[in-house]
């Protein structure tokens, strides 16, 4: 695996590097002010894109934020990130629209990608689709640039600025993803004992791959999430108008025959996708039809707990619900 150093000993002075970056913040307030609530994400990219800056290098990053619907959307730019960045490098950090082509760069200087998903090709089925706007995007760089991946959250994901682009440019690891790479290969290879997965998010296809390698190797492996719903599904629960990946439903039961995966026994269910839902808390057997489970319940908190004051090891991916509106936030 290449990696920031081996770029950096390359010499990167005066040459374009294209960074991907996870700066998928939580934001709140009206969609002409909206506000960093956490700014987590973008301080986690900061090494990686400092250490090309001061290097002489003009670097361009490229990100997604939220799940906007096949362009633009003023909610979902990135504005605010390309503002709460420039205050933590200490360099001006100006939003650039991809189809506007290749940016006027200075040497140390950092240009971002308005939301990289306001362009449909990134998430395309079609890899002609992905291949395309990935070339669109190495020519960002220039003829000479490289690729630095450091977005430790999409790097599993077939998109056009994840995986597409390093099929062009001279790809290399950035300090984020080495760093949770040492992380997980110390949870893989030799974890203290008892050893307790969490994992969230909202799709089990997301994750698939995940359980099947960490189910033999953990003690326990706690579920929450939207992934829960297609788990309950599986045990023969009706879950009502929330997020079910129904060609899942068989896998999720053969999973289950391994006895490590404890499940929520109450979630906490409302009539809309929003903060101002009505919302209530019931027992995963008694999902009222056209609700929706968005977050764990306070019952399958208390026995999450209780697994967890156990644990030697704890190994925590994605959240237990839909964490950025406040009713459904207590579960993580």
């Known amino acids: 695996m290449r ?138 760089v220039g003829e000479d640039g490289a690729f630095v991946s450091d977005g430790f959250g999409v790097v599993h994901r077939k998109q056009a600025s994840v995986y597409d682009v390093a099929d062009i440019l001279p790809a290399y690891a950035g300090g984020l993803v080495l760093a949770e790479v040492e992380v997980l290969r110390k949870l893989t290879e030799s974890p203290d004992r008892p050893y307790v997965v969490v994992l969230g998010g909202s799709k089990v296809s997301d994750k698939l791959a995940v359980i099947e390698a960490l189910l033999p190797k953990v003690d326990s492996l706690l579920v929450g999430g939207g992934m829960c719903l297609t788990f309950l599904a599986a045990q023969g629960h009706s879950v009502g108008d929330s997020l079910l990946e129904t060609e899942q439903i068989d896998s999720c039961r053969k999973l289950l025959e391994s006895g490590k995966i404890v499940l929520p026994t109450d979630v906490v269910v409302a009539d809309d996708f929003s903060a101002e839902a009505n919302t209530r808390t019931v027992d995963v057997s008694e999902i009222p039809d056209g609700w929706k489970g968005l977050d764990i319940g306070p019952a399958s908190v208390a026995a999450f707990t209780k697994v967890l004051a156990g644990a030697a090891t704890v190994f925590w991916n994605g959240p237990m619900g839909v964490f950025e509106l406040a009713p459904f936030a207590e579960g993580t």
Request: proline share 9%; net charge negative.
């Open 3 to 140: 990696t920031l150093e081996d770029l950096l000993d390359e010499d990167v002075n005066g040459r374009g590097v294209l960074v991907r970056a996870d700066l998928n913040v939580p934001l709140e307030g009206p969609d002409e002010d909206r506000r960093i609530t956490d700014d987590g994400r973008i301080r986690a990219s900061v090494p990686t894109i400092l250490a090309l800056a001061e290097a002489g290098a003009k670097v361009v990053v490229t990100a997604h934020l939220g799940r906007p619907k096949g362009g633009p959307e003023p909610k979902y730019s990135l504005a605010p990130v390309a503002s709460r960045l420039s205050d933590l490098l200490n360099v001006p950090v100006r939003v650039v629209e991809l189809a506007a082509g290749p940016p006027q760069m200075v040497a140390g200087k950092v240009v971002l990608v308005d939301n990289i998903r306001f362009d449909p090709r990134e998430t395309s089925k079609d890899p002609a689709e992905r291949a395309a706007l990935a070339q669109e995007l190495a020519a960002l």
